[in-house]
């Protein structure tokens, strides 16, 4: 096992040694290794091209969007747009080291360098960019509400003022701040777990009557749930899911920001949609325009 | 005292009753357990081959890829057991022989020195004594899931960036260093007065008998209390979910997401985890049996350990288990 | 460190639920523990069976297991654990008696986790009374629950206070994990939702959650240590 890993990366090493050696520093390296192209001397870009090797965050649990599977890889819409971001880096997939960042430790670990780029269905906001910057956004989701079909109790966020609905999402998300706004008491209605198909199971079994976060995200579990959810409503918020970013790092930023762009032109966005999260039915609608602020 | 000596070994007749008992007891719980558990599992459909399939039909697509992604879950979590419970034995030590140091320093009057040189080394060592009890108190009162959700939290931002598995370790460590010190100095402290005053009539240092005579014994009556202490860690390797380390449970989580069977994965877990602590503490049980018996036929004075340790090992062994 | 005065009602409303949580599962494991003590030193065999399994399984489950069972398993059973919705007990314990069940599902998980451990302890107790009481009481003509009742209990009762009390402590502790499995407003939860959803300062957050389990542990900790060191002397 050992030797074979070694074997193979010695060989790798020679493959693209001997390739860039004879072909040059132009396109060179496409399919076996990365390719070294040229970035602004210091940049984040440069750093992580010479690298040859990227850290990103993205949700493991979150069909769709970033879901670790069986074969133990992430897959899903954030995990496609990461990687036409590493593509336009010069570097392979294979190269990408996938950190799990689920909702509560997005801003740390970009903070604390635990990771280059976070791509995990992740809201702007302006809390969050005192910490973080995004840029993007790449995709415009929105909260809704998902209840059982026969459900014709709940019609929107309001349902919940009279205090006796109850509803679950999960800990240190938007969506469950935003319905905090609207339940009457807190301990008797609202329920918060560490992933979204736990309160699937919960509204399956009718503990909660509603589940609340993304339209997106609540579309997948309608999509696989036997024809047993729907929404309740419209969606009462806009979500726009940028790729987090250091907040100083403003080179990087327009640099993601034109891989973005580049990606609505030619078709790559919409194609990483279409493979993932697209099969749930929702919608992809026009690009959102990236917002460089 | 055995079990037996509380009753009568049971006659013809009791045991008669017994047996017609328990038979009736049986069905009863056949039944119920038809009736409460079966059926509505059954109306669910948790039985069905869609669920369980990937986990006990091999013939599944997806047999080979739960099982594979399950034994590296199992995998990280005995290399995180195995870490935490090698790190908390030597950093566990250090603070049983640092603790029974500074108690001697505290009693020591440094005479011969000048005043103030012995008013500052007497309260420095009080204030390192004073510190290291805080330390232990504070960190054998705080809950594991609290100490690894901290350590996960709080480094990061003093700059310190580490794996997830060292953060779960680092957890780990800070809590079960201090149980197994407390129960190596509660060990040393039991121990016979003479074995200290001994030491002491051949010329040896405090450290030198700490070393050579207190903890070698303390350590000989812990070894099951530490086997069991393990059982321990490998349950709290569990709470690594809480910090993305991918152990068994996380993994879990993971092929949950993809084939939607929390029950039947969630059960195939639990009998992993049983079924592996239940051999660990038979282990327990058996080395314990082994001491026991290694201890008669050396015929050392202390045929059984002194009250106090057997009090303290007995309060600390469930006190420990009791700490998920 | 503002955020300890302004979020005050946080950890206080913390402290509460995690104190509330305690208690009811401190009454419920005692209880299921003695039973299944009883059920483990018992004369008939297949009661000593059960009790032994009792004690096997759930001392060998991580706590994270025997949570998720009760909050996943239970519905899957058809249960809302509304047996639990004691009239009068709602009054003081709130969320009791709310329709959301996760509170009395993690009450569930806890009292079956630690009864495990208060059976040991128990046990512990009643195997440190001599063996000669038991036989003595016996060769009196004393049945089993009579020798247990005036005889081994009374006496194992003070050898059984301190790994007791050791074992609630570890529930206590144990109870941080009831945040994780949809009871909201724990002391472990509030450091999750103060730091990661309001983005409070991570230190002194730490700090006033790490006081609120130590008002709880530490002097019931220092309470052990002395009935430990009064029972030694008294030996």
């Known amino acids: 096992m050992r030797m074979k890993r070694v074997a193979a990366l010695a060989a790798a090493a020679t493959l693209a040694f001997g390739l860039t050696a004879c072909g040059g520093n132009d396109e060179a390296g496409e399919g076996t290794g990365g390719e070294s192209k040229s970035f602004p001397a210091g940049s984040t870009m440069e750093r992580l091209n010479k690298a040859q090797a990227i850290k990103i965050g993205t949700k493991f649990d979150q069909p769709g969007f970033g879901l670790k599977g069986l074969s133990g890889e992430p897959e899903g819409f954030d995990v496609e747009v990461a990687k036409i971001i590493a593509k336009e880096l010069g570097i392979p997939e294979d190269k990408i080291e996938w950190v799990e960042a689920p909702s509560k430790v997005r801003e740390d670990v970009i903070v604390n360098g635990t990771v280059d780029l976070v791509a995990a269905t992740y809201t702007i906001n302006d809390t969050r960019k005192e910490r973080i910057a995004f840029a993007g956004p790449y995709y415009e989701a929105g909260q809704n509400i998902m209840v059982k079909k026969d459900d014709t109790s709940i019609t929107g966020p309001d349902s919940f003022k009279d205090g006796t609905k109850k509803v679950c999402s999960v800990t240190g998300s938007t969506p469950a701040e935003e319905i905090k706004k609207y339940v009457q008491d807190v301990g008797s209605q609202l329920v918060l777990f560490d992933t979204y198909d736990k309160c699937r199971d919960a509204l399956n079994g009718g503990q909660v009557d509603a589940v609340t976060t993304d339209n997106v995200i609540l579309l997948g579990y309608i999509a696989n749930g036997n024809d047993a959810f729907k929404l309740a409503g419209e969606n009462f918020t806009k979500e726009p899911y940028g790729l987090g970013v250091k907040k100083e790092d403003t080179d990087f930023r327009s640099f993601v920001n034109d891989t973005l762009e580049k990606a609505y032109s030619d078709g790559s966005w919409k194609k990483a949609w279409d493979d993932t999260a697209g099969k749930f039915g929702a919608e992809l609608g026009d690009p959102p325009a990236v917002n460089r602020y | ?324 | ?235």
């Not at chain 2, 490998?234 to 979910?241: A, N, P, Y």
Request: proline share 5%; aromatic share 10%; with cysteine.
């Open chain 3, 1 to 235: 460190m503002s955020v300890l005065i302004d979020k005050f009602d946080v950890f206080a409303g913390g402290f509460w639920l995690t104190l509330q949580i305690c208690l009811l599962a401190a009454i419920g494991a005692l209880i299921l523990g003695a039973i299944v003590a009883v059920l483990r030193i018992s004369p008939v065999p297949p009661l000593r069976a059960v009790g032994t399994a009792y004690v096997n399984m759930f001392r060998n489950l991580p706590l994270t297991v025997v949570m998720f069972f009760a909050a996943f398993g239970l519905p899957a059973l058809g249960s809302n654990a509304d047996f639990l919705r004691i009239p009068g007990l709602d009054a003081i314990f709130s969320r009791l008696g709310t329709d959301l069940p996760y509170f009395r599902f993690a009450l569930i998980a806890l009292v079956l986790y630690t009864a495990a451990f208060v059976c040991e302890a128990l046990r512990s107790g009643v195997n440190a009374v001599p063996a000669g009481q038991a036989e003595a009481a016996r060769s009196l003509g004393l049945t089993f629950t009579q020798n247990l009742r005036y005889v081994v209990l009374p006496q194992s009762w003070k050898a059984s206070v301190v790994p007791l009390g050791s074992v609630i402590i570890a529930m206590i502790k144990n109870s941080a994990l009831v945040g994780f499995f949809g009871v909201v407003g724990d002391l472990s939860q509030s450091a999750d939702q103060l730091t990661s959803a309001e983005g409070h300062a991570f230190v002194p957050v730490a700090i006033g959650i790490s006081i609120g389990y130590l008002i709880m542990t530490v002097p019931l900790g220092a309470l052990l240590d002395r009935i430990e060191k009064r029972q030694a002397v008294a030996r």
């Open chain 2, 1 to 324: 005292m055995s079990q037996s000596v509380l009753y009568d070994v049971p006659g013809p007749r009791q045991r008669r009753i017994t047996l017609i008992g328990s038979i009736v007891a049986t069905i009863a719980v056949l039944i119920g357990a038809y009736f409460f558990v079966y059926r509505p599992l059954d109306e669910n459909g948790q039985f069905s081959m869609e669920l369980w399939g990937p986990l006990i039909d091999p013939s599944n697509e997806n047999f080979s890829l739960v099982w594979e992604r399950i034994g590296i879950g199992f995998g990280n979590t005995l290399m995180a057991a195995v870490l935490a419970i090698a790190s908390s034995l030597v950093v566990g030590t250090l603070l049983a022989v640092l603790r029974i140091q500074l108690k001697s320093l505290t009693a020591r009057r440094f005479t011969g020195m000048a005043a103030p040189v012995t008013y500052l080394l007497r309260g420095l060592s009080l204030f390192l004594a004073a510190l290291t009890r805080f330390c232990v108190e504070v960190f054998r009162g705080l809950p594991v899931v609290i100490t690894i959700f901290f350590v996960a939290r709080g480094f990061p931002e003093f700059g310190i960036s580490l794996s997830t598995l060292t953060y779960l370790v680092i957890g780990l460590t800070i809590y079960n260093s201090v149980v197994i010190a407390e129960i190596l100095r509660s060990g040393m402290e039991g121990l016979p007065g003479g074995q200290r005053e001994a030491a002491a009539a051949i010329g040896l240092s405090p450290l030198q008998t700490t070393g050579l005579i207190l903890l070698p014994q303390a350590f000989r009556i812990m070894l099951p209390a530490l086997i069991s202490q393990l059982v321990v860690v490998l349950k709290d390797t569990s709470l690594g979910f809480i910090i993305s380390y991918e152990e068994t449970l996380n993994i879990g989580k993971q092929i949950i997401g993809v084939l939607n069977n929390p029950i039947p994965v969630y059960i195939v877990i639990g009998v992993l985890f049983i079924v592996v602590n239940y051999s660990l503490s038979k282990l327990a049980q058996y080395v314990q049996g082994r001491l026991a018996r290694g201890r008669k036929t050396a015929d050392t004075p202390t045929a059984a350990p002194p009250p106090a340790i057997a009090a303290a090992l007995g309060a600390q062994s469930t006190a420990q288990s009791g700490a998920s």
